[in-house]
């Protein structure tokens, strides 16, 4: 048994990562008003997509994988001898990824596709592929990481923050905010992830608020668990990472923490200002 590990790229693992322990990635694309697409972090690097943001018109477009491109991967790990592959996506409540590698993966022969929504996007997802990749080396079955990535998933979460709704609401990536719609002027959105979509967690009035706001809530959510990550994702703003990264490292010493970077996908989904704070009860090799 020869087992392979996929992610799309949504999950940001640092090309040092993907390198190092051979991931394959299936990447999403952006596309601006103009009809321009670029393929995240291969024709599009994070600070050039913010930076186009800002002079568009409208609110950039995101799209999954093709089903050939999940296809192909698949034939091309068979071909390298590989008989299983452990496939991490981005949450089924966001985008259609994990479906379609789903789907493809029933119609390549020859090898034995294990796909697995993550419910969430960003370093989170990328702690499942991390995690997937060294149980591969410690001989487990794909069967057995499957279920440990399950058990994964009832401890892992995230919390983020926003400037604005206007990105998410016009993508269609927030439920249960029509609420809130008209009462947010001088507010910061704290939003959360529910089964997978993105839901209104809080609002407070400042961006000292939200951040404080968003340790607390992470940090009250994973006091009682015996492993603990915690994933600064950083957005167009590093100063707010610099302030969480400073309190977390001064207050819970004690975490495994880990910083990271939002891509063009999430970022296009977020908005200038977009940030978050993932955790999982479980101590993730990040090197």
Excluded: C
Excluded at 29 to 50: C, H, K, L, M, W
Excluded at 60 to 70: L, N, R, V, Y
Excluded at 116 to 131: H, I, Q
Excluded at 190 to 216: C, H, M, Q, S, Y
């Amino acid at each position: 048994m020869k087992i392979a590990v996929l992610t799309d790229s949504t999950s940001y693992l640092s090309q040092t990562l993907i390198e190092k322990y051979n991931i394959r990635i299936a990447p999403l694309s952006v596309t601006f008003d103009n009809g321009e697409n670029f393929v995240e972090n291969a024709t599009i690097s994070t600070e050039a997509f913010y930076k186009r943001m800002e002079t568009s018109n409208t609110i950039p477009t995101t799209s999954q994988p093709a089903i050939g491109e999940f296809i192909k991967h698949f034939k091309e790990l068979r071909e390298e001898g590989y008989t299983d592959v452990i496939s991490v996506f981005i949450s089924s409540g966001i985008s259609g990824s994990y479906q379609t590698a789903t789907q493809a993966g029933k119609m390549v022969e020859g090898i034995n596709v294990h796909t697995f929504d993550s419910k969430l996007a960003a370093m989170v997802e990328g702690g499942y592929v991390l995690l997937a990749v060294e149980m591969i080396e410690q001989g487990y079955e794909p069967q057995d990481i499957i279920k440990e990535l399950e058990a994964m998933r009832e401890v892992t979460g995230a919390i983020l923050m926003v400037d604005d709704l206007k990105n998410l609401q016009k993508s269609g990536r927030i439920t249960g905010a029509q609420a809130w719609v008209g009462t947010m002027l001088k507010m910061k959105p704290v939003l959360t992830f529910d089964d997978g979509k993105i839901v209104p967690e809080a609002k407070v009035r400042t961006k000292k608020r939200a951040l404080n706001e968003i340790i607390n809530k992470v940090t009250a959510q994973v006091k009682d668990y015996d492993g603990v990550t915690l994933y600064i994702i950083e957005g167009d703003k590093p100063e707010d990472a610099d302030w969480m990264e400073k309190e977390l490292h001064e207050k819970y010493p004690q975490y495994n923490l880990h910083r990271s970077k939002l891509g063009p996908v999430i970022a296009a989904h977020l908005g200038s200002g977009g940030m978050g704070l993932g955790f999982t009860g479980r101590n993730i090799r990040l090197s």
